[in-house]
């Protein structure tokens, strides 16, 4: 079992920045790739960004790539989200995700789930 723990969301205003933080505990850390995914009100899931065990491959939505930047800290069992030039559509709930399956971009590749954390963009 992997146990995940999402923070660092909160309400912020259009152009500015936030960076969310997911710290795992339970099973070594570093044997798994994470993602970020969010969930907006009516809509489904999505995948936001994802990074390998390594940290050497990482993945970004086309709707935040050169906004978000996915990095991991081994030594510290935690993944970050840096969100920069934040919009009013960003506005969701942020999950990160833990998983050892392939297509680190999808929902099928991860086992693990954090609570979310709520991100709100103010316009």
């Known amino acids: 079992q992997v146990q995940l723990v999402e923070s660092g969301g909160g309400l912020v205003q259009a152009g500015g920045s936030l960076r969310l933080s997911c710290a795992a505990s339970?099973?070594?850390?570093?044997?798994?790739?994470m993602g970020w995914f969010r969930q907006a009100p009516g809509k489904e899931r999505e995948s936001v960004a994802a990074i390998n065990w390594s940290g050497g491959s990482t993945y970004y939505a086309a709707s935040v790539k050169g906004r978000f930047t996915i990095s991991r800290d081994n030594a510290k069992n935690t993944v970050y989200l840096q969100m920069n030039s934040l919009k009013p559509e960003d506005t969701a709930v942020y999950y990160c995700?833990?998983?050892?399956?392939?297509?680190?971009?999808?929902?099928?590749?991860?086992?693990?789930w954090g609570q979310g954390t709520q991100v709100t963009v103010s316009s």
């Open positions: 995700a833990a998983g050892r399956r392939p297509s680190i971009s999808t929902m099928r590749a991860y086992d693990y």
């Open positions: 339970g099973r070594t850390f570093s044997n798994y790739a």
